[in-house]
């Protein structure tokens, strides 16, 4: 097994045992690629979504939220363009019958030529020790440059054959590319076709009066078509954005690797409206804004990269993603796309009624062009949860697993354990979960000896460990234990929550951005 899959296999492992995500309708064998969030993964998950909210609209004067339906008149969708242009390049292999996106075929075919070039990279930093220039290396070996060449050569072919619609094309790339099932090592491989995402529902209990729905694929139409309700109650003027939360769905062809690739997710996303040829500024600025929120989480810069899109979806002049490290390597973690006039002129031609905003330094009327921020909150779950999962090797040989989640994120804040079960320690540990719950979400535990209770805590990420003693008793001090560190330190019962909250507070963690 690589170091990769035997890393994620943890992950999924320890999301579970911990209670933080379970399979759904598990006693049923469970369905695939959808999952329920257990007590502390709703936690954990309500901490990100609120670091989120509170970045775009508390921190935005000219940012509002709103909470739209899942189901939305159908004709959204037909003039969303989803009815017509948002499917998956879908391939089946004759000999597995198994069902693979054609794109993804290709881009892990070329995801296996960058791990080469990392290979290069790492035994010549080996090879040159402290001397090594990487940025050369990378410019100049024959090998690296080569790996490169063809990499680039592959993607842009099928982003072009992608655009063109070329299905035909995608099909002799993966062969041309000897391209085998991951399953069967087989290359008999049907034509592409094109498989639409959206999920068909009905509204209405008779069989002729019924309505034909979707079950929305992304947040953003919820947010275009009341962009005049809110532009107007809310008296905003350009450049002002509408930030939401909420389900989305999509029949994704391959959905696997756990929570990254749901059937049922939830989207953050933010749609910034803008006076038409301001976007590639305001495109600018929000992927760097963007880029800032991810790294005040203090993950590490290297976790992170940009990737510009070569094949732009049917609404976008400009997209990029912010794409992260997962145990199964860079993936797409966020989505930042310059959306035009699209989606607002498509409205207004599918309604007949006019999405425009009168720009009084213009002193014109115009559809305001779209720059949008789109994150999977799944997804970004994975990316903290992954990141956080760490197993150390003590002094002494022992071995302890901890979540290293960013304070500010992590489902309880602080432990309040008395030493032993009687002396009047648990009463004393509990009338300081009395004082402390009203702040942050505190946990007592009392069961098991105390080291056991650490490495408990540890494993489920909670920052501070606050030990109740004898001493306690006589002094009002206890033992406040910090997660990384391991480090105790006595304190004054009556410190502890300037000290805990001035370290968990969401507030703490927007100010660095
Ligand atoms: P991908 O290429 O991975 O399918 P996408 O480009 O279709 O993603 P967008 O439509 O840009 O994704 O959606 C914005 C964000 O929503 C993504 O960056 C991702 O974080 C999240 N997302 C999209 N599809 C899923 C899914 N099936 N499961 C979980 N999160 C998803």
Same mark, same amino acid.
């Given at each position: 097994?690589?170091?990769?899959?035997?890393?994620?296999?943890? *992950?999924?492992?320890?999301?579970?045992?911990?209670?933080?995500?379970?399979?759904?309708?598990?006693?049923?064998?469970?369905?695939?690629?959808?999952?329920?969030?257990?007590?502390?993964?709703?936690?954990?998950?309500?901490?990100?979504?609120?670091?989120?909210?509170?970045?775009?609209?508390?921190?935005?004067?000219?940012?509002?939220?709103?909470?739209? &339906?899942?189901?939305?008149?159908?004709?959204?969708?037909?003039? #969303?363009?989803?009815?017509? &242009?948002?499917?998956?390049?879908?391939?089946?292999n004759k000999t597995s019958k198994k069902r693979y996106r054609a794109d993804v075929l290709v881009e892990e075919y070329v995801a296996k030529i960058e791990a080469k070039i990392e290979k290069e990279v790492q035994k010549a930093a080996k090879r040159f020790g402290?001397?090594?220039?990487?940025a050369q290396f990378r410019a100049t070996n024959p090998r690296v440059l080569a790996h490169q060449e063809n990499a680039e050569a592959i993607l842009k072919r099928l982003g072009q054959s992608l655009e063109k619609e070329d299905l035909a094309d995608v099909k002799a790339l993966i062969e041309e590319l000897e391209i085998s099932c991951p399953e069967s090592g087989s290359r008999e491989w049907t034509d592409v076709k094109q498989f639409n995402l959206m999920f068909g529902t009905k509204l209405g209990a008779s069989a002729d009066t019924a309505m034909d729905l979707y079950l929305r694929p992304e947040t953003a139409q919820g947010i275009f078509v009341n962009f005049l309700n809110v532009q107007k109650t809310a008296r905003m003027k350009l450049p002002f954005g509408i930030a939401q939360t909420g389900k989305a769905f999509r029949n994704e062809i391959v959905a696997r690797q756990f929570i990254f690739r749901m059937r049922e997710f939830e989207q953050m996303e933010m749609q910034f409206f803008i006076p038409p040829g301001t976007q590639k500024e305001w495109y600018a600025q929000w992927k760097e804004n963007r880029m800032k929120w991810h790294l005040a989480l203090g993950m590490g810069e290297e976790k992170y990269r940009f990737h510009d899109h070569e094949k732009l979806a049917h609404y976008a002049d400009a997209a990029s993603d912010i794409e992260f490290r997962f145990p199964f390597g860079f993936k797409e973690l966020e989505g930042?796309?310059?959306?035009?006039?699209?989606?607002? /002129? #498509?409205?207004?031609?599918?309604?007949?009624?006019?999405l425009q905003y009168f720009d009084?330094?213009?002193?014109?009327?115009? *559809?305001?062009y779209v720059v949008e921020t789109s994150i999977? =909150?799944?997804?970004?779950?994975?990316?903290?949860? /992954?990141?956080?999962?760490?197993?150390?090797?003590?002094?002494g040989g022992a071995t302890r697993t901890v979540l290293k989640f960013?304070?500010?994120?992590?489902?309880?804040?602080?432990?309040?354990?008395?030493?032993?079960?009687?002396?009047? =320690?648990?009463?004393?540990?509990?009338?300081? *979960?009395?004082? =402390?719950?009203?702040?942050?979400?505190?946990?007592?535990?009392?069961?098991?000896?105390?080291?056991?209770?650490?490495?408990r805590q540890? &494993?489920?990420?909670?920052?501070?460990?606050?030990?109740?003693?004898?001493? #306690?008793?006589?002094?009002?001090?206890?033992?406040?234990?910090?997660?990384?560190?391991?480090?105790?330190?006595?304190?004054?019962?009556q410190e502890l929550k300037a000290i805990i909250q001035a370290q968990v507070s969401i507030t703490s963690l927007l100010k660095q951005i």
């Open positions: 097994m690589t170091q990769q899959t035997d890393q994620f296999k943890k *992950v999924i492992s320890h999301a579970k045992e911990y209670g933080f995500v379970f399979p759904s309708s598990e006693i049923y064998d469970g369905l695939s690629a959808v999952y329920d969030y257990a007590q502390n993964g709703v936690a954990l998950k309500n901490n990100i979504r609120e670091y989120w909210w509170k970045a775009m609209v508390q921190l935005h004067e000219n940012i509002v939220g709103i909470d739209a &339906a899942i189901f939305m008149h159908p004709t959204t969708w037909k003039a #969303s363009g989803h009815v017509d &242009a948002f499917n998956d390049p879908l391939i089946d402290a001397a090594f220039d990487e930042i796309h310059s959306r035009t006039d699209f989606d607002l /002129s #498509s409205h207004e031609k599918f309604t007949g009624k006019k009084p330094e213009r002193n014109e009327n115009y *559809v305001p999977g =909150l799944d997804r970004m779950f994975l990316a903290v949860f /992954s990141n956080s999962l760490t197993e150390e090797v003590l002094e960013p304070y500010a994120l992590a489902p309880n804040k602080a432990a309040v354990l008395p030493l032993v079960k009687k002396d009047g =320690l648990p009463e004393l540990a509990r009338t300081i *979960v009395e004082d =402390l719950k009203w702040d942050f979400q505190t946990v007592y535990d009392e069961k098991d000896a105390v080291g056991r209770r650490y490495r540890d &494993a489920l990420g909670t920052p501070f460990c606050i030990t109740v003693d004898h001493q #306690s008793l006589k002094d009002q001090t206890v033992t406040l234990r910090e997660r990384d560190s391991m480090e105790q330190k006595r304190i004054a019962i």
